[in-house]
């Protein structure tokens, strides 16, 4: 089992704005078509980024999934052709036991760089980084160090 929830609205006061009319009217993450893997994680504000910087966006969301799956977050191709913007990590990894952690609920952020000679300018709702699940393996020896954060969902 797998999906996305928006993070409760007193997380968002703190992360994004106080703004119950932003908050209720943001969609969670969807595919565009049948066949695409990524869910499309879309921006909650406008957005103007100037050729060498770097914005942490959040994006109002935290998702859950089984304990054998990540989330892999990915700037969207047409975002990387078209504009030369990147994920400063390049790809975000969100685990299954970062679901509602007590910092911040498991509020998903993308970090964005512009690596690109103009200014990009987004509109609230564009998407400009996706999410995928992906189900991985472990080894037959494996033992985590900290097994205190090990929860099944």
């Known amino acids: 089992m797998r999906d996305f929830e928006k993070i409760s609205f007193e997380q968002f006061k703190k992360d994004v704005a106080d703004d119950r009319a932003l908050y209720d009217s943001f969609s969670l993450p969807t595919r565009k078509t049948k066949r695409a893997a990524g869910y499309d994680l879309a921006l909650l504000q406008d957005l103007t980024i100037k050729p060498g910087e770097i914005v942490k966006l959040?994006?109002?969301?935290?998702?859950?999934?089984?304990?054998?799956?990540?989330?892999?977050?990915?700037v969207r191709s047409g975002t990387g052709f078209k504009y030369n913007i990147r994920l400063v990590n390049q790809i975000g990894v969100i685990d299954s036991d970062y679901y509602n952690n007590q910092d911040n609920e498991g509020h998903i952020f993308v970090k964005i760089q512009n690596e690109g000679e103009?200014?990009?300018?987004?509109?609230?709702?564009?998407?400009?980084?996706?999410?995928?699940?992906?189900?991985?393996?472990?080894?037959?020896?494996?033992?985590?160090?900290?097994?205190?954060?090990?929860?099944?969902?």
């Open 58 to 74: 959040p994006t109002g969301v935290k998702c859950f999934c089984a304990p054998d799956e990540v989330l892999l977050v990915t």
């Open 118 to 153: 103009k200014t990009a300018e987004f509109k609230a709702g564009d998407a400009v980084a996706q999410g995928t699940f992906i189900k991985y393996l472990v080894t037959s020896t494996d033992s985590p160090l900290d097994q205190a954060r090990t929860s099944d969902y």
